[in-house]
């Protein structure tokens, strides 16, 4: 959205927060459209990940009994997701509050229709620094700011919010404004730091450490002439 609207969004939505507090409910699609278009994708997207067995079954149970999937049924199922997270977000009133309780959307697609994040200290914290966006941290614990980020690492880059939340202005300029963003370059420091080079992929690295590590262990077993172990493939 353009620059004015998006500093009007979030004046409202700032002011909505401290008038209302925690909000307690979901919202309906905005439209008739959307919640017809909504209601289509969630139906094929159950069909294809509907669980069968007892309605008390466990996972185990439920892994027990099912049979293999039919040849392209993975891909069916990311395509009916990637439909679904698209149908879900248009449904939604880009103005208004919205609370998830449920399975979906997921996390991921979360962050990616956010503009920034306000968390406790949490696991959260390290996957959103993916997407190298402003986020900040609730200071509860009665430390000072310097020291609540020596205590927590994943805050380092975080604006500190103090209990009075007066330090909400700030973060708010710095979404709306990059200029103003004074923590964007400790955000790209600490995702490195934490979650390593954005090129290559984590994948990627990951594939070519396990390859390597294979390739050391048979190796070593060639040197022990008992050959190459069972299981070792690149």
């Known amino acids: 959205p353009a620059l ?19 909000l307690t409910a979901t919202r309906a699609p905005h439209d008739a459209t959307t919640a017809r278009e909504l209601a289509r994708r969630t139906e094929r997207l159950e069909e294809l990940t509907a669980r069968g067995g007892r309605p008390s079954a466990d996972d185990m149970e439920r892994m027990m009994c099912q049979s293999a999937p039919e040849e392209g049924h993975t891909e069916a199922v990311a395509a009916a997701t990637r439909a679904w997270r698209a149908a879900f977000w248009a449904a939604q009133d880009p103005e208004g509050h919205l609370v998830l309780t449920g399975q979906r959307p997921d996390l991921y697609s979360c962050y990616n229709q956010s503009d920034v994040l306000i968390t406790d200290v949490s696991s959260v914290v390290a996957d959103y ?4 966006k402003p986020y900040a941290v609730v200071n509860t614990s009665g430390l000072d700011a310097k020291a609540f980020r020596a205590a927590n690492p994943t805050v380092r880059a975080a604006t500190v919010l103090s209990p009075d939340a007066s330090e909400l202005p700030e973060l708010l300029a710095a979404v709306v404004d990059p200029r103003r963003d004074r923590l964007a370059r400790a955000r790209q420091e600490l995702r490195a730091f934490l979650l390593g080079p954005t090129e290559p992929p984590s994948q990627v690295r990951f594939q070519r ?24 493939r690149e």
């Not at 620094?129 to 190298?132: E, N, Q």
């Not at 390597?212 to 172990?229: T, Y």
């Open 4 to 22: 004015a609207p998006r500093r009007a969004l979030l004046r409202r939505s700032a002011g909505a927060i401290a008038e209302r507090g925690a």
């Open 209 to 232: 450490a396990v390859t390597a590590l294979c390739a050391k262990a048979a190796a070593r077993r060639a040197r022990g002439g008992s050959g190459s172990p069972a299981g070792l």
């Open 129 to 132: 620094l993916a997407s190298a």
